[in-house]
């Protein structure tokens, strides 16, 4: 395995755990890379993974927004070659939906979910533009 050593820090994200006095837990999040860097976020969950959980999907959203806000790309723009072939490009594209089900089991919550266009309907889309070359891990 290779170790990769970066020649300078482009910015740090801190997380702490804290027990709370009810069982459940919160996670807290503060950022060197927000525009807020005193700003530190609140994030509460039935385990110390489910806050953990929400913590990072809600700081992953915001960054999702703000990597795709940043490249100002045209919805409906092509790039046409010289020869007047569309140039197809690379995207990394990211469906994000969740909702707080009231069912009789899991199985239920999950096949309720599934139903019908909601997820699509309510899910956040992000569409990154992204280089050839560059490896991205799917979940």
Not at 34 to 40: A, F, H, I, Q, W
Request: aromatic fraction near 6%; charged fraction near 25%; hydrophobic fraction near 35%.
């Amino acid at each position: 395995m290779t170790e990769i050593k970066p020649d300078r820090t482009a910015g740090t994200i801190a997380i702490d755990v804290c027990a709370q006095s009810n069982g459940q837990y919160l996670c807290q999040i503060s950022s060197s890379l927000s525009d807020r860097p005193d700003d530190t976020m609140n994030f509460y969950g039935q385990t110390k993974e489910h806050a953990i959980a929400i913590a990072l999907e809600h700081l992953a959203s915001r960054y999702r927004q703000q990597a795709e806000e940043s490249q100002n790309i045209d919805w409906d723009a092509v790039e046409i070659s010289d020869s007047g072939e569309p140039i197809e490009k690379r995207y990394h594209v990211i469906l994000h939906y969740e909702r707080i089900a009231k069912d009789e089991s899991k199985f239920e919550a999950m096949h309720n979910t599934l139903l019908g266009n909601t997820v699509v309907e309510m899910g956040k889309l992000s569409i990154i533009e992204i280089s050839p070359d560059i490896p991205i891990q799917r979940l």
